[in-house]
């Protein structure tokens, strides 16, 4: 099921190698940070957060790294296995906002 | 654990037919969100809630778009009348607060409108 723009970047990573997904935000003022995952048919998936106060957080088979300097953020994630192929999305809070802006995702093909 | 559960899964109806979407956010959750995402767009913010109460329903598109919550474990979307230009997925979204923690979203309703 599509889910994503038209001009959704792609990254293709051999299974078992690790995946590296970037994001760049877009405001200093932000400080809360989430990836999503987005399979075929189904809504966002919560993968893992992080807050202005961290520079990286680890969770199962992946981490997440912030860089407020040039307000980048990224995904990785390790022995790349079939069932990661989806849409990955992060997104971010600013401060006194409630709302959460996504960005536009990247779509991670896993080969063979 | 229940995640947010929404239906119908799809919706095929005619233009100017009413469609009402249907959410039950996680339990305990206080704040609920409802999204539409497009091939062009993107994942869009219509409405939000918090303790039942709308906040910001700036993201709704027209006067055609409406949104209740009548209780903490029930929420409602309707378009009447629907456009084909309405035909998108809709997602609905619940968390703990509005803000830093994330949201859990459903599977979304497929509506297309002909």
């Known amino acids: 099921g599509e889910s994503v723009g038209l001009h959704l970047p792609t990254l293709s990573v051999q299974e078992g190698d690790n995946s590296i997904i970037n994001c760049a935000y877009s405001?200093?003022?932000?400080?809360?940070f989430i990836w999503y995952k987005q399979e075929s048919g189904k809504g966002p998936q919560f993968i893992i957060d992080?807050?202005?106060?961290?520079d990286k957080r680890q969770g199962q088979r992946v981490t997440v790294l912030l860089n407020k300097t040039v307000k980048h953020l990224s995904l990785q994630i390790a022995a790349t296995q079939p069932g990661d192929s989806a849409v990955y999305f992060c997104?971010?809070?600013?401060?006194?906002?409630?709302?959460?802006?996504f960005g536009k995702g990247t779509r991670l093909h896993i080969l063979p | 654990d229940a995640g947010v559960i929404q239906s119908p899964r799809h919706e095929v109806t005619e233009m100017g037919q009413e469609v009402t979407l249907r959410c039950k956010p996680i339990?305990?959750?206080?704040?609920l969100f409802w999204y539409r995402q497009t091939m062009m767009r993107g994942l869009e913010l219509l409405i939000y809630?918090?303790?039942?109460?709308?906040?910001?329903d700036s993201g709704m598109p027209e006067d055609r778009f409406s949104a209740k919550m009548p209780n903490a474990s029930f929420s409602t979307l309707k378009i009447q009348p629907s456009e084909p230009r309405d035909s998108a997925v809709y997602f609905c979204a619940s968390s703990f607060t509005p803000r830093n923690q994330p949201q859990h979203f459903g599977d979304g309703t497929r509506l297309s409108i002909l």
């Open positions: 997104a971010e809070n600013l401060v006194g906002d409630d709302k959460i802006i």
């Open positions: 992080i807050r202005s106060n961290m």
């Open positions: 809630f918090n303790n039942n109460v709308p906040i910001d």
């Open positions: 405001n200093s003022a932000s400080d809360y």
């Open positions: 339990s305990g959750h206080n704040s």
